[in-house]
């Protein structure tokens, strides 16, 4: 009876257990994609990248529909950065700065890979593994590109609360390129609005205002850029005018995304101009002559010459992704917003 009674019980554990890691994965990511949003949570955490560590503070609130955040830098730089709805204030102690953007409002200072239809086409999700990490039970799911397109990850996702206590970013041999992990996070019901006040004084500091995009609404008869091919899964998400800190010239903003990684496009108005007699274009200036390729941490860049416009490509993607769409980039017609997912 006993022995019986045994088997059964192993049998519809195997049957739970089976369900479950079949069902979790995508799930897991979902449930840790709405508790990053809707929480309210207050954490510290090491930013490894790039061969250099960096330890940040993050807070976040939602309150009657509104985000607020704020990240700080703890290792003396005292830089910080406070979202408040689609207004991105960026404290520079260094450079005795504010610069003041416009942001999606849905988009965090700190993004995580989110899970859809899409997304699971073009990546395998599973859970390999449930351990404790920093005295939690966590769930460990593996986000892992089905091409050379775009880099994977790993994540430690706490069992009670959903957050994320660990997560790396992975390159296509599985080597870590970079890593967060928590060393304390706290989830709140309340966090009062002084979190959100900077700690640095701001005196002498000079401010800079990002044009909002409305105000720089290309001419009717102005070019509109697109991609003619994109990696698969890609497709823009947005398109904009807008200025880039430190300068006053505008340039179209494109945004690339697969659900997950995501890689933006700049294009400079400015134009090449012709050598004497119209015989072949010029550089507008000494490094418009060749294209440039360069790596920052997680995040590859490439940028050359379209057209005689300067075309940019930044993006957390191999460097042949940014390469591939930044080549592809052409004028396509007449200006206009692109704003949110199709």
């Known amino acids: 009876m006993r022995s019986s009674e045994g088997l059964i019980a192993f049998a519809l554990g195997c049957l739970v257990a089976g369900s479950a890691v079949a069902e979790e994965p995508a799930q897991w990511l979902e449930r840790m994609n709405q508790a990053l949003n809707s929480r309210n949570y207050d954490g510290t ?52 700065t504010v610069v003041v953007e416009q942001r999606p409002a849905q988009e965090p200072l700190v993004g995580f890979p989110a899970v859809n239809q899409q997304t699971a086409e073009f990546y395998d999700i599973r859970e390999v593994a449930r351990t404790r990490f920093n005295r939690r039970d966590t769930h460990v799911i593996t986000v892992t590109p089905r091409d050379a397109y775009r880099y994977g990850y790993r994540l430690w996702i706490d069992d009670s609360t959903a957050m994320p206590l660990k997560t790396q970013l992975c390159d296509s041999h599985g080597q870590v390129i970079e890593q967060i992990v928590f060393a304390s996070l706290t989830v709140s019901s309340h966090i009062p609005d002084a979190a959100f006040k900077p700690e640095v004084s701001t005196e002498g500091f000079q401010w800079v205002r990002e044009v909002h995009p409305a105000q720089l609404a290309p001419a009717p008869d102005s070019p509109a850029w ?18 880039l800190p430190g300068s006053s010239q505008p340039v179209d903003h494109l945004v690339f995304s697969d659900g997950v990684a995501f890689v933006s496009v700049f294009v400079e108005h400015r134009e090449v101009s012709l050598a004497p007699g119209g015989a072949a ?6 490094t418009d002559d060749a294209s440039e390729a360069a790596a920052v941490g997680s995040s590859s860049a490439f940028s050359t010459v379209v057209d005689g416009h300067r075309v940019t490509a930044v993006g957390e993607v191999p460097p042949e992704t940014v390469q591939f769409i930044a080549t592809q980039v052409k004028a396509t017609g007449t200006a206009g917003a692109v704003h949110g997912r199709p």
Request: glycine fraction near 10%; include cysteine; charge should be positive.
């Open 226 to 243: 697109s991609a003619m091919r994109l990696p698969p899964g890609f497709h823009m998400t947005v398109r904009q005018a807008q200025t």
């Open 281 to 286: 274009p010029q550089p507008a200036s000494a």
């Open 45 to 96: 955490f090491s930013h490894w990248h790039g061969g250099q560590v960096e330890m940040l503070r993050i807070i976040h609130r939602m309150q009657d529909g509104n985000v607020s955040e704020r990240l700080a830098s703890l290792d003396g730089s005292g830089r910080e950065f406070i979202r408040s709805g689609a207004t991105l204030s960026c404290y520079l102690p260094d450079k005795r």
